[in-house]
């Protein structure tokens, strides 16, 4: 597994476009349920500092204050941040399906 465990979550809110909700949730829902995996594979995976800040008023804007702070808040990774990841599963599961 490469150094940065939430590289791949970085790389997809970074590409994916954030004008449609229910899209960006999936999107979201799917990088986070494989950053989850991947980690349970290599219990020692770090998450390092991102290259850059998430864009979190866009994310915000586009799921709401609570879910797009969380979402931003696992990009930038941090201590802990497999159990944040998991209680993010539900919340962007539910604006997946939200159409």
Do not use: C, K, Q
């Not at 991947?38 to 709401?64: C, T």
């Not at 941040?81 to 939200?98: G, K, Q, Y």
Request: without cysteine; hydrophobic residues 45%; glycine residues 8%.
């Amino acid at each position: 597994m490469s150094s940065d465990a939430l590289r791949p979550l970085r790389e997809t809110i970074d590409a994916v476009s954030l004008a449609e909700r229910a899209s960006f949730a999936r999107a979201a829902r799917n990088a986070v349920a494989g950053a989850i995996l991947a980690a349970s594979f290599a219990p020692d995976a770090a998450a390092g500092p991102p290259e850059h800040e998430p864009p979190e008023a866009a994310i915000r804007e586009l799921l709401g204050r609570e879910v797009g702070s969380e979402l931003a808040a696992l990009y930038r990774g941090g201590e802990d941040w497999t159990s944040r990841a998991i209680d993010l599963l539900a919340p962007l599961n539910e604006l997946a399906h939200a159409g």
